[in-house]
Structures are given as C-alpha cells and as structure tokens.
C-alpha cells in the first residue's frame, strides 16, 4: 500500500511547485480568522517523543481550521505497555481520525504507519530524518524576508548528522537553487552529507560558510542523540558559535534562524539571539499556518 | 530423518557437474544404501530399483549451507526444522549447518544431540554449530571436544562477534587441538550501536545510523592475525561483506592459514542504495554494502578468496519486521532463492562459470567444516544430490515459499536456475 493522499512524510519526494503551492496556499491562512477547512474533522497528534512548538503549532493549527484534536503522548498511553506502532495506528484509525500527525524518535516511522493506515500521515519530525513542516516554515520565513530563492546563499552551522531540520532544509533549498553551505566539525558535519542534495557542500570554516551568506540556520547541539559520541563543547564554541561579531561576517541584511529550543551560550550568544537580525520567534509564529496549509492539504481542501 | 533409502537409486542421463572430482560432462550415478556405489558414462550401469531420468539437467554433489537459522529450540513461531529444512530441499540444500544463538543457546551435547534427533522431523541433513562460548556470552569455551564427539561441525556465537582478543585466541587454540572451525561472525559491537544499516550516502539520507565497513574488517583483520599465529587453527568468517575484509582473507590464504569464508546470496545481489522506503525486508546483520563492495565481493567469488555461498536463512514473524525500520529484527530468509539469484547474479550477468557456482555450493562449503563424504559424489560419499535446471527462469513468490517466514527482499524477482530434485541419502525429498 503507498501512503494516503494528503500525506507530508518529508521534503525529499515533494515536488517545488507542491512546495511553492504550500507556502503560498499559508499566506491566505491566518490563526486569528479561523476558516472552517477541518470542521467536524478529528487530528489525532501522535507524539512518542516531547515537542513543545511542533505539537502546540500543529495543536492551533487545527483548531483554527475548526478540527477536533486528540493527543496521544507514548508515556501514559498504551504505547508505554508495548502496543507496536502499527497496532495504534490501527486503533486510531478506528476511533475516527482523518490525520495522523506523528512525531517519534525512529527515522521512517511515518512511512510506515503510512504503508499500512489508510488515513493521511504527516511527519512531525522521524528521529534522524526530516522534519518537513519546519523545513516548510522556515522557506515561507525566507520568502518573506528575501521575496526570492533566487541567487540566495544559506549556511546551516552545528549538528547536521542528528538533524531532521538540516536534512528537510538541504532537500528543499536545494530544490530552488538555493546555495547550501553545511558547516561543522567532522563528527557532527561528515563529508557525506554533501550528497543530500545538488548544491550542498561542506566547510569546517565559519568564515567560509559566513562569507556572502544571506540566511544563517543554527542549530542545537543535540546531547539527547549523540549516542555515544563525545563533543568538546568550550572546542564547539570557539570555532562555530554565533556572535554578534561572526554575524557581521555574513551579509549586511543577512537573517539568522534556529528551529529552536536555542540554547543560549552555546550554539548562539544571547546577544544574537535577540538582536534585530533574529527571526527565530517569527519562524515559530510562521509555524501555523504552514502547518494550517499542511492540514488542510491532508483533507484535499487545500484549493 | 531417515538414513539412507535400502532401495538402489540410477541417476542417469544428467550433466554431472562435480568439481571435487574435477567432472563435468555427462554421467550416470547409482547410490544404493544411502551412499554412491558408481558413477559412469551414460548407459553403463544397469539395473536399480529407481530410476530418476535427469535428461537436460545439471547434477550435482548435494548443496550444503553453512549458516542457517532454523530457530529451534525456543522460536518455533519463526521456523522449526521440519519447515527450514523443507524450505532448505525446496532449494536444493541437502545439508545444513544451524546457527547456536536459539533459545536456549546449543552449548551443550543435550541440545546439539536433541537437534539431530528423529523427532525433528527434517527432512534434509542437519548438522549444528555449537556455541563457542558458554551461553554465547563471549567468556568461557564450551567444551569443543564433547560437542564435537556429539554432531557438531564448528562452534560459533553468531549473532554475535566473540570480541575479547584472548577469548577468540584460546577458540582458535582449542579449535586447533581438535580440528573445529571456528565460526566468526565479524563485527565490532562498539562501532555499531543502535545501527541498522551500512554507514554511507544511504543510511545519511535517511538518518539512519550507519555501520562502518571497518566494524567488519577490523575483527577479520584481528582473526587472521591470530589465527597465522597458531599452527593448525582454524578460522571461519561467516557472512563476509567488505572489501576490507576480503584482503584480510586473501592475506591469510597467502599465509597458508586455514582461513576460510562464506558470502550470502543478498551481498552479491543487493547494495545499501536498495534500501529504500524503510522496507525492513532490506534489514539484515551485515548489512547491505556499499556498490564498491559487492564489486569486491564478485572478484573474491570468482578468484577463490570466498569458499562458500551461505544463505543466513534468518526468518522473522511478520510483527518482528513490520515496524520501525531501526526496530525490527535483523535478517532475511534465503533459502529457496540461493540458486536462482547465483546462477541470475553470477552466472548470467557475470560469467563466473557455472562449475565454479556449484563450487561455492558443495566442494568449497565441505572443505570449509571438514564435512566427510559430503560436497562430492565419489564412491562411498552420502548419496546426497541436487538436480537442477541451470535455464530456467522463474518468479520466486514469498508467499509460497515452504519456510514459516516470508521476510525476504526477492519476493517477485525473476530468477534464473531452479531446483528440480534434491536427493537426501538416495531418498528424493523434494521434487518428483
């Protein structure tokens, strides 16, 4: 069986027009003028792993298009007495869902849940893998700060190898042309990631991947996924966090943009974080409705 | 199972393709009481009880696996022997050797002797690896000569690597003083924690953490060396994958070490850039290398390097493969696809002759183990043949398959080479 209609499992596979008709369909949804695209549809936000803003986005999102929202979390839920994966999507297929939106730690956990429940998927974030919908707010965040992809350069400095974020954004920037600069030491930044995607390369230099950037993602060091592995975090700061200083190494109107959670003194100063060329609290207001737009492709109502 | 038919059996009009005995053209062969009495040119031996018309196929000392798992005792919901080994007749397999990591683990003369019992029910020859160490766990030896004395043809902890340097140094020690193989399934667990597939361009693009190729070649490059050190050792590398890895076998073989290894049907027909879709049925331990391995692994093949195909028959129930990719179980079922995807992958695509195919299936995997009487079809070896069409193009379906487990990745692939009899002892036990 392949995945439902309507299902987002990653960026990879998407093709840029769906992508531009996404972001373009996000501009007309506004949370605040709720329009009833889901009304008397039941989501059901399937989380196995703790998110605050991808869940409560998803959360507003759909209530905002007037749908009904369960949220099964793995602690306190069957999945903490060994239900498998499939067996809840079965089960939450039976209670009525017409979305699944799922989060879980294993890379292509939605692909399967997909390959076996009839019901539209959408990836919140699979372990190692994508994280489409971010990938998805944070282009609408470039668009409406550079108008265009065209000609643009973009560096993604920190933890590559455990970022979904990295991997989705690599796949869609890449998709426009977009220059992608992947900068980091070797543990986090291999050689290989340059293979995600045309257009993507790979620096141990934050002045190289600074020089002639126009948009700066940071990333956070994720210590929950190092499995084992050990980084020198005073080493990591002095070569790759982000300064007011470095910041200037970039273009003059250059934006800098994290998926949060930002951890302060580390990947980033606090002075960057809240200086004026920030737009990390603006990618989480852009969240809803990308992910408005997301739900309301997942129903077909996206027209 | 029964021991060998008390009726004669003619095999005549086939193509005897028997490489031990350095034969291959047209020969008729008569086994009686279980064991081959006379091989000649066609129409010189007269009169058996049977006759087996073999016109237009290939004939051939009966296939020997070297690496199966056939799950029993303790997973019987996966696999028994009745149903491994039926799968085992159904692709021309008339011995094989089962694989110690069951539950509990064989590392006792109880258990290895309860695996040949008749009560099994096998219908082709069964004969048990036994743990190297005592529960597998990698500590203290088990007592390789009594085991031995019981059945058992190599000792091993597959599933797992026997990691510690002294360990594997005092197996191969012991293995020396009594003539076992030691089995050594090569990876180094410290380099592949929460792993599920070959570390490359692949495994990155779907965020899966990836083995490295040196988790295999260190532990063979480990072995060879201590197996060089010790006169008369023994070392087996079960399920070999990397080029790497190969060098190190070549280098032993150089050395005039008994050092000998096993590739599996899937690392010669597949490549990590096949994985795809989180398809769990691509998910075995080692995993699928990278396209610059295979083409290792097709040299090593043709030149000698490699002494036997093995299949790694490894069924799963559907719930332990259906799920995350990173969470299902390790391993794939081979037996009935074994042939077809050698004669498809190497014969037809590659050329590597077709005697030397049937090399790596009899005379290279009994020289590997020491298996007596077995591996060629000289007077007084077992009466144990395997007849198939080497032409034959079918389409192999999962769902027909004799195993308990349809987890495999060749369900649907057009084959080349079919199985038309498989002859246990002089008894057909599959086939017509």
Known sequence: ?303 | MKTGSTNSLLIKGGHLIDPAAKIDGPMDILIEGGRVVEVAPPKKIKGADENFDARGLIVAPGFIDLHVHLREPGQSYKETIATGTAAAAAGGFTSVCTMPNTDPIVDSVEWVQWLRSPERSAVVNVLPIAAATRGSKGGNLTDFRSLQRAGAVAVTDDGKPILEDDIMRAALVLGAEVNFPVVQHAEDTRLTENCSMHAGARAFRLGLRGMPAAAEANIVERDVHLAMQIPNSRLHVAHISTADALKEVRRGKRAKTRVTCEVTPHHFALTDDDVRDYDSRYKMNPPLRSASDLEAILVALADGTVDAIATDHAPHASHEKEMEFERASFGITGLETALGLAIAKLSKEKHIPLGRIVELFTAGPARCFDLRGRGSLGRGYYGDVTIFDPKKRWTFEAVKSLSKSKNTPFDGWQLTGKVVATIVGGRVVYGH
Do not use: W
């Open chain 1, 1 to 303: 069986m392949s995945a439902a209609r309507g299902s987002l499992l990653g960026i990879e596979h998407l093709e840029a027009a769906e992508i531009l008709k996404i972001l373009k369909f996000a501009r007309r949804m506004n949370p605040d003028k709720p329009r009833p695209l889901l009304k008397g549809k039941r989501v059901v936000l399937l989380f196995y792993e703790a998110s605050t803003r991808t869940r409560s986005s998803f959360e507003i999102a759909a209530k905002a298009l007037g749908a009904h929202t369960v949220l099964i979390q793995a602690s306190g839920s069957s999945i903490e007495k060994g239900e498998s994966l499939l067996d809840t999507g079965y089960t939450v297929r039976a209670l009525g869902a017409d979305v699944i939106v799922i989060r879980h730690p294993n890379a292509g956990a939605p692909h399967v849940m997909a390959q076996y429940v009839d019901v539209p998927v959408i990836n919140a974030g699979d372990g190692l893998h994508e994280h489409p919908s971010q990938a998805l707010l944070d282009a609408y965040t470039i668009l409406r700060n550079k108008k265009t992809f065209k000609g643009l350069q973009v560096a993604i400095i920190g933890d590559i190898f455990h970022s979904r974020v990295a991997r989705s954004a690599c796949h869609l920037l890449s998709k426009f042309g977009v220059k992608v600069i992947l900068c980091g030491p070797p543990e986090l930044v291999p050689e290989i990631a340059a293979t995600l995607a045309p257009g993507v390369r790979v620096t141990r230099h934050i002045e190289d991947a600074l020089r002639g950037t126009n948009v700066v993602m940071l990333l956070r060091v994720q210590k929950e996924r190092l499995s084992g592995m050990k980084i020198n975090l005073p080493d990591y700061i002095a070569h790759y966090q982000m300064t007011a200083a470095r910041v200037k190494a970039a273009k003059k109107d250059a934006i800098v943009m994290h998926p949060g959670p930002i951890i302060r003194g580390l990947e980033l100063t606090g002075e960057v974080a809240d200086g004026a060329q920030a737009r990390i609290l603006d990618e989480v207001r852009n969240g809803v409705p990308v992910r408005m737009a997301i739900l309301a492709r997942a129903v077909g109502r996206m027209r």
